[in-house]
Every structure is written in structure tokens, then in C-alpha cells.
């Protein structure tokens, strides 16, 4: 555990017991019972899927994989946790760790998962539940707007939750640096993330979202599920997306890399793409247009594409045009924090909704930075064949360098970001990375 993360925790639950007081007096309510959330089975069998606890029961505990479990919140009294923790010889029980959060709740160890009986008063109930749970006239189940004003707290983030967040990109560029040099040694998806995950310290269960490791023509496919257990033939590229957990906070980290293979055409794309990731990151200010900053990514990536040659018309025609949304089809990034698409990402501070622009459905994040926020910057080029099919006899593109490059699937390079006052703190360590 790095250093000074008991007193950070502590200041962090100081601020949440403030704000939830506020939040909860706005909304006449007494409390919130948070309930953390329990995993599901699959259709017709036994076996449960992967768990993650509710992002708010996690804001108070960290605990991502803490199942079944009830946080009582009053304010003005102790936070109370049940926690489901039965004894069992088929599971080992649930057990909390040695963090100072631990020492400001009313802690109960229970056999059964029910919810805490309430006291009196006016309650709302929040997370994966039936109202059969509760059967309480007084309890509000679900209230849109109170879930709303609680995601809005989640939006800046604590000092405790900035050095969370790079902790949790400190240990996921570890398994990023291996991941590479699996891919050079010319080892199997498969394998990469095998290397991934040994250097990370993390087992795939514990990961924030499925990684994404494209060898080749696979990094065009942009949440690419799978991992070829064979070598590949010839190694023109990796895109690999994966991420770690630290205390419940996630990093999402995409790195590209150019293989012995690659085409001379290639390399100078992504070194394309990385300089243009830079200028984003160092563009980022409180204030500034997300929506704006997502559009002058795609001015950016239409100047390198002309001059790489893989787009031959003007930058004016095809600025005009929106022709690199056939290249890049995502969005510049998202909110980051206890989830990987965090929370409020289109909803203004005051909870109304900030649709997307037309052109660009796929931009998750639709609002003005704020010092504190947290955000991914991601440009990316693919050769995606049916994005890119209606353009091939426009006289738009080279079809010949985009068939050159259409082997290679696709760059991407994705940092964790701090949004402060002073500009952008860069979560994500670049120091050690050659192409």
C-alpha cells in the first residue's frame, strides 16, 4: 500500500458523510440503504457470472467484490454495514480489509443476506433490489433523482480517489510493458494476456472489463472478445486494452505497438497518433468542451491521415465531410473512476441530459471539464472494411496504402487523465515506452 492512504481515506470519508448529509436534507430523506449487489447465474445453471459491487456501496468501501452485502447511511450517526459473510465450507467467507474505513462503520457479520431493519424515519433504497425486500411504506425505492445527485459526487474526484486511480495505472502499465514484450517474442493472444495478467498481479475475474488483445487484423474490431490460443504467422500489431482494479478504482490503458512484420506505412501512423494523444492530453483544462476537444481529435487525425497519404483529398474536403469518422468511429474518451464509463458522463452538473452530437453517438462524455474530473483521451485509426467500403472509389482514400494497412487493424492510445486547475496530470506513466 503506498503511503498515506489511511489519512487520504479518511479526509475522503469526512467529504462523503458532508455531501451525502447535504444530498439526503435536499431530498427530505433521513438515509439510503446502499446494497451492494449479488452475481447472477446464468440461464439453466449453477454457475455465476463475473461480479462487480454497486459503484455508490463502493464509494463508500472499495469493495468490488463484496456481494450480498447493505450500507446504512444516516447522517449524523455511524454508517452500518452488514456484510454477508456466512460460515461455509464451499466458499471461503467474505473478509474485510485492513483499511481505515474499516474503523468508522457499525460492522455486522451476518449468515443471511436480508437487509438491515431501519429505524424510524423516511429511507431511500438504492442498488439491485426488489421492493419485496423491504415491505416498508416509508422506503423509497430507486429515486431517479436522488441516484442522480449521488453520481454527481462521484464526478470530482478525492485526493484518496486520484491516488487510487494511480495505483491502480501504476500496476496495469506493469502488465502493459510484459504484454509487449510477449507480443515481440511472437507468443499467441492468449499468451499476451496470460503475460498481462502474471506482471499486473490480478486474475482475470478481478478485472474491470475484459482485455482487449488484437493481434493483427483484430485490432480493427474494436471491443474484440476473443484470444487466438495460436501463434500468429507474421506479427504486424498488438491494440491491447486492459486495465486494473486498485481499491475498487479502475485504469483503462490502451497501447499500440508496431510488430517485426509491420508495413513501413504503419509505424509512422502510430507515432501519428501517440503526438496527437499528447497534444489532447495537454489541452485539457476546467472549462474546456469535451464535444470540442473530441472534434479537433478528428481535425488532428484527418491532418495525419493526408499527410500519410491514406486520405488523397484536401483536409478542408475531408474535414467537411466527417470522413474520419469512417477511421474512427468512438468517441475521444469517458469519465473514469469506480467504473470504467463512469457515471454522469452526459448529464450536466444540475442533471439534465447532454445528448451526443449527431455525427458522433458513440461520445460518452458530452460535458465541460471540471478540476477533478477524470477522463480517458483515446485517439484511434482502424482499417474497419465496412466503414471504410463506401469510400474505396470516392477518390477520397488511397485504397492501395488502406489495403496495406488493413492487415494491421487498427492504433489506439489510451492515458488516464486528472483534470486540475494548473492543467493535466497525467495518471498513466509514458516514461518508459520506446516504439
Same mark, same amino acid.
Given at each position: 500500500?503506498?503511503?498515506?492512504?489511511?489519512?487520504?481515506?479518511?479526509?475522503?470519508?469526512?467529504a462523503?458523510?458532508?455531501?451525502?448529509a447535504?444530498?439526503?436534507?435536499?431530498h427530505q430523506?433521513?438515509?439510503?440503504?446502499?446494497?451492494?449487489?449479488?452475481?447472477?447465474?446464468?440461464?439453466?445453471d449453477?454457475?455465476?457470472?463475473?461480479f462487480?459491487?454497486?459503484?455508490?456501496?463502493?464509494?463508500?468501501?472499495?469493495?468490488?467484490?463484496?456481494?450480498r452485502?447493505?450500507?446504512?447511511i444516516?447522517?449524523?450517526q455511524?454508517?452500518?454495514?452488514?456484510?454477508?459473510?456466512?460460515?461455509?465450507?464451499w466458499h471461503l467467507?467474505?473478509?474485510?480489509?485492513?483499511?481505515?474505513?474499516?474503523?468508522?462503520?457499525e460492522?455486522?457479520l #451476518?449468515?443471511? +443476506? %436480508?437487509? &438491515?431493519?431501519?429505524?424510524?424515519?423516511?429511507?431511500? @433504497?438504492?442498488?439491485?433490489v426488489s =421492493?419485496?425486500?423491504?415491505?416498508d411504506?416509508?422506503?423509497?425505492?430507486?429515486?431517479?433523482?436522488?441516484q442522480?445527485?449521488?453520481?454527481?459526487l462521484?464526478?470530482?474526484?478525492?485526493?484518496?480517489?486520484?491516488?487510487c486511480?494511480?495505483?491502480?495505472?501504476r500496476?496495469?502499465m506493469?502488465?502493459?510493458?510484459?504484454?509487449?514484450?510477449?507480443?515481440?517474442?511472437g507468443?499467441?493472444e492468449?499468451?499476451?494476456?496470460?503475460?498481462?495478467?502474471?506482471?499486473?498481479?490480478?486474475?482475470e475475474?478481478?478485472?474491470?472489463?475484459?482485455?482487449?488483445?488484437?493481434?493483427?487484423?483484430?485490432g480493427?474490431?474494436?471491443?474484440?472478445?476473443?484470444?487466438?490460443?495460436?501463434?500468429?504467422?507474421?506479427?504486424?500489431?498488438?491494440?491491447?486494452?486492459?486495465?486494473?482494479?486498485?481499491?475498487?478504482y479502475?485504469?483503462?490503458?490502451?497501447?499500440?505497438? #508496431?510488430?517485426? +512484420? %509491420?508495413? &513501413?506505412?504503419?509505424?509512422p501512423?502510430?507515432?501519428? @497518433?501517440?503526438?496527437?494523444q499528447? =497534444?489532447?492530453?495537454a489541452?485539457?483544462?476546467?472549462?474546456?468542451?469535451f464535444?470540442?476537444?473530441?472534434?479537433q481529435m478528428?481535425?488532428?487525425?484527418t491532418?495525419l491521415?493526408?499527410?500519410?497519404?491514406?486520405?488523397?483529398?484536401?483536409?478542408?474536403?475531408a474535414?467537411?465531410?466527417?470522413?474520419?469518422r469512417?477511421?474512427?468511429?468512438?468517441?475521444?474518451g469517458?469519465?473514469?473512476?469506480?467504473?470504467?464509463?463512469?457515471?454522469?458522463?452526459?448529464?450536466?452538473?444540475?442533471?439534465?441530459p447532454?445528448?451526443?452530437?449527431?455525427?458522433?453517438?458513440?461520445?460518452?462524455?458530452?460535458?465541460?471539464?471540471?478540476?477533478?474530473?477524470?477522463?480517458?483521451?483515446?485517439?484511434?485509426?482502424y482499417i474497419?472494411?465496412?466503414?471504410?467500403?463506401?469510400?474505396?472509389d470516392?477518390?477520397?482514400?488511397?485504397?492501395s496504402v488502406?489495403?496495406?494497412?488493413?492487415?494491421?487493424?487498427?492504433?489506439?492510445?489510451?492515458?488516464?487523465?486528472?483534470?486540475?486547475?494548473?492543467?493535466?496530470?497525467n495518471?498513466?506513466?509514458?516514461?518508459t515506452?520506446t516504439?
Open positions: 500500500m503506498p503511503p498515506g492512504f489511511d489519512a487520504l481515506q479518511r479526509q475522503h470519508l469526512d462523503l458523510e458532508s455531501a451525502y447535504e444530498v439526503l436534507a435536499r430523506l433521513d438515509g439510503v440503504l446502499l446494497y451492494s449487489g449479488h452475481p447472477r447465474r446464468h440461464f439453466a449453477d454457475q455465476e457470472a463475473n462487480a459491487a454497486f459503484g455508490h456501496f463502493q464509494h463508500w468501501t472499495g469493495q468490488a467484490g463484496l456481494a452485502s447493505w450500507l446504512l444516516c447522517p449524523g455511524v454508517s452500518r454495514l452488514k456484510v454477508h459473510a456466512p460460515r461455509d465450507f467467507p467474505a473478509r474485510l480489509p485492513d483499511e481505515a474505513w474499516v474503523g468508522r462503520f460492522i455486522i #451476518s449468515d443471511d +443476506d %436480508a437487509p &438491515p431493519v431501519l429505524p424510524k424515519g423516511r429511507f431511500a @433504497v438504492l442498488g439491485d =421492493q419485496a425486500c423491504l415491505d411504506v416509508s422506503v423509497v425505492y430507486q429515486p431517479e433523482a436522488l442522480a445527485d449521488l453520481d454527481e462521484r464526478v470530482r474526484k478525492s485526493e484518496y480517489e486520484v491516488a486511480l494511480r495505483e491502480a495505472n500496476c496495469a506493469t502488465g502493459h510493458h510484459a504484454a509487449r514484450q510477449a507480443f515481440l517474442a507468443d499467441s492468449l499468451d499476451i494476456q496470460l503475460a498481462y495478467l502474471g506482471a499486473s498481479r490480478q486474475r475475474a478481478a478485472l474491470p472489463y475484459s482485455s482487449i488483445v488484437g493481434v493483427n487484423t483484430h480493427g474490431v474494436l471491443h474484440y472478445q476473443h484470444y487466438d490460443t495460436a501463434p500468429p504467422e507474421t506479427c504486424h500489431s498488438l491494440l491491447m486494452d486492459a486495465g486494473q482494479r486498485y481499491r475498487g479502475c485504469a483503462d490503458i490502451t497501447r499500440t505497438w #508496431s510488430g517485426p +512484420d %509491420a508495413d &513501413p506505412a504503419f509505424r501512423l502510430v507515432n501519428g @497518433v501517440r503526438a496527437l499528447k =497534444q489532447l492530453v489541452a485539457l483544462r476546467p472549462g474546456i468542451s464535444i470540442d476537444l473530441h472534434q478528428h481535425d488532428g487525425l491532418e491521415l493526408v499527410e500519410q497519404g491514406v486520405i488523397t483529398c484536401s483536409v478542408v474536403h474535414q467537411a465531410s466527417g470522413l474520419t469512417a477511421f474512427c468511429p468512438h468517441g475521444l469517458h469519465l473514469l473512476g469506480l467504473q470504467v464509463h463512469d457515471v454522469a458522463g452526459r448529464r450536466s452538473a444540475d442533471g439534465l447532454l445528448l451526443p452530437p449527431s455525427a458522433d453517438p458513440a461520445l460518452r462524455l458530452t460535458r465541460e471539464l471540471e478540476a477533478g474530473m477524470v477522463v480517458t483521451i483515446e485517439p484511434g485509426v474497419i472494411p465496412q466503414l471504410i467500403e463506401p469510400y474505396r470516392s477518390g477520397d482514400i488511397d485504397a488502406v489495403q496495406r494497412l488493413a492487415c494491421h487493424g487498427g492504433i489506439r492510445i489510451e492515458d488516464n487523465v486528472l483534470v486540475t486547475r494548473q492543467g493535466p496530470d495518471l498513466t506513466s509514458t516514461t515506452e516504439e
